[in-house]
């Protein structure tokens, strides 16, 4: 276990393959536990079940949820590229499928801490017998109350790609379940279309007026103006919260949770062509009141 800790936070983050191997997520900087001031958590598994969902935890990243590189043009059992994870195996002819569990042959990583820097650096790369290849590179640091997560990706490859990347947050404010006293703002809300489950809106602001039964999802539909912060998800009991941030336009964002959790999701759309370069940060600043 990787631990980052400054005067604010203690930030727990699993080597790659440890406490997660498996093929959705990605595998470097897995930040499994966020601890404020020595006694608020927010870090919570994807299921409280054993053995059920897909082994999500913390603050997990996933690349290509509906866009995976490489995919449609592999055969049935070759290999295609998971951003973060490795090469996995297609199995069948079928749409690409987040839920489902690919064979994966990890990518090679490279792990270099700095603690005067309050930092760690995760270098993973990878590339595909059908001429995908990319080298990611994950810095994590701390300043204050504030965790940054800076990506660069790097198309290696001969081939041109397009993806996206998301952090699903799997957060759960001191382990507290989800009811009327979580608060998520919103502050470029436009309309909130709820597929599954209950959530109330009022003022750009969201709410849980029971707790769930199970799943519930959201898409959030966005101004176009550029606002300060993302989400805000606080607590009122506890009096804590967890504000996120990006320095690019969200293309998208989403909700999911259940009753022990909470899942604002912000998306950033990818587009390199051969030997190019994207660079982008995730900010997360985590409070009392």
């Known amino acids: 276990m990787y631990v980052l800790e400054n005067d604010r936070l203690k930030i727990e983050i699993a080597p790659p393959g440890d406490d997660y191997s498996g093929s959705r997520f990605d595998w470097t900087g897995f930040i499994t536990q966020v601890t404020l001031d020595g006694e608020i958590t927010y870090c919570v598994p994807e299921r409280l079940e054993a053995g059920v969902g897909t082994g999500g935890r913390g603050l997990s990243n996933e690349f290509g949820i509906d866009a995976p590189v490489g995919y ?6 070759e290999q295609f590229p998971k951003i973060g994870v490795g090469l996995l195996t297609k199995k069948a002819d079928e749409a690409y499928d987040f839920f489902s569990n690919y064979e994966v042959t990890p990518a090679e990583c490279k792990v270099k801490s700095n603690l005067n820097e309050q930092s760690i650096t995760f270098d993973t790369t990878a590339e595909s017998p059908s001429g995908y290849g990319y080298q990611l590179e994950k810095k994590i640091s701390l300043d204050d109350n504030h965790l940054v997560i800076a990506y660069t990706l790097k198309n290696t490859g001969k081939v041109s790609f397009k993806t996206n990347e998301y952090s699903h947050n799997f957060i759960g404010i001191n382990n507290q379940t989800v009811d009327e006293n979580y608060k998520l703002t919103l502050p470029a809300l436009r309309d909130l279309n709820v597929t599954v489950g209950t959530i109330k809106v009022s003022n ?27 989400w805000d998800l606080y607590h009122t009991k506890v009096g804590a919260g967890v504000r996120g941030q990006s320095d690019f336009k969200p293309a998208k964002m989403a909700l999911w949770g259940r009753e022990h959790v909470v899942s604002p999701e912000v998306f950033i759309n990818i587009h390199l062509g051969p030997g190019e370069t994207k660079k982008w940060k995730r900010n997360y600043q985590f409070y009392l009141k």
């Open 204 to 230: 750009k602001q969201l709410t849980w007026p029971v707790v769930p039964e199970g799943d519930f999802y959201a898409h959030i539909d966005m101004e176009e103006s550029q606002e300060k912060y993302n």
């Open 72 to 77: 449609e043009e592999a055969g049935v059992g």
